[in-house]
């Protein structure tokens, strides 16, 4: 049977009333006791003056004999009135016309702090007007750079890495050429739902390192998402 408690009116804040339908189940239906059942639905993060991005970066042929631990990508943000929130970085690998010794490839991500002086080398992406939002009616991204490889590794510029990586991926490799170290796309970071992303403020990011056996010459694609949002807003 319904009671007068059955329905609470909750205001927003406009002070607008709205009605949410509720069962006493108090053991002698006097009130003081409520359920309410809901259907939440995932909703993407209120990006306000900032937006939602995502960039797919391709190498050129990078040479053979390139050091281990040497940087590929560099994602820079610098803005002071936005904070980047990292969701996804995905990464897909292959050999070309040299086949590599057999061998393992390791694909390290670092945070990077206290970011000063951008990295050099190598090629940077298109960020201005529609380039990587996801909506057309969204800004410009204010990332400040994006950088990847052409054909060699990039230079580090003025920043403080984490010591250990924030994720990492490893590929067996063989002597084969024009041959994809892995068969799909792979997650080399990710925060999904509720899960904290990577949160970069004014000065920080991340880099990708590479480590492949020697000989072979190669490519790659790294494709990032990401969401910039007020910084009152996370």
């Known amino acids: 049977m319904a009671s007068p408690n059955d329905n609470i009116s909750l205001k927003d804040g406009l002070s607008a ?13 006097n009130g003081s006791l409520q359920s309410v059942n809901h259907l939440a639905t995932p ?12 960039i797919a970066s391709k190498s050129g042929i990078m040479v053979a ?59 940077t992406d298109t960020l201005t007007t529609d380039n990587g939002n996801l909506r057309t009616a969204m800004p410009a991204t204010a990332l400040s750079e994006l950088r990847h490889s052409a ?27 024009n041959t994809l170290f892995s068969a799909s796309v792979t997650k080399l970071f990710e925060r999904i739902g509720a899960e904290h992303p990577l949160v970069c403020v004014a000065n920080e990011g ?18 990032t998402e990401w969401d910039e949002v007020p910084l009152t807003s996370y």
């Open 151 to 177: 054909t060699a590794t990039l230079t580090a510029g003025t920043r403080t890495k984490d010591i250990q990586p924030v994720d990492t991926i490893s590929y067996g490799v063989t002597t084969a050429a």
């Open 17 to 29: 009333t709205f009605k949410m339908r509720a069962k006493d189940t108090s053991a002698t239906q």
């Open 65 to 123: 004999g390139v050091s281990a631990n040497s940087p590929i990508y560099s994602f820079c943000w610098t803005s002071a009135t936005l904070n980047a929130l990292i969701r996804r970085v995905r990464l897909q690998a292959w050999s070309l016309g040299t086949g590599f010794t057999a061998g393992i490839a390791v694909f390290d991500m670092f945070v990077c702090r206290s970011w000063t002086v951008a990295d050099t080398g190598g090629t």
């Open 206 to 223: 991340f880099t990708i390192q590479a480590s492949v056996p020697a000989t072979g010459t190669w490519g790659w694609s790294i494709i």
């Open 43 to 54: 909703y993407p993060v209120d990006y306000g003056i900032g937006g939602c991005f995502q």
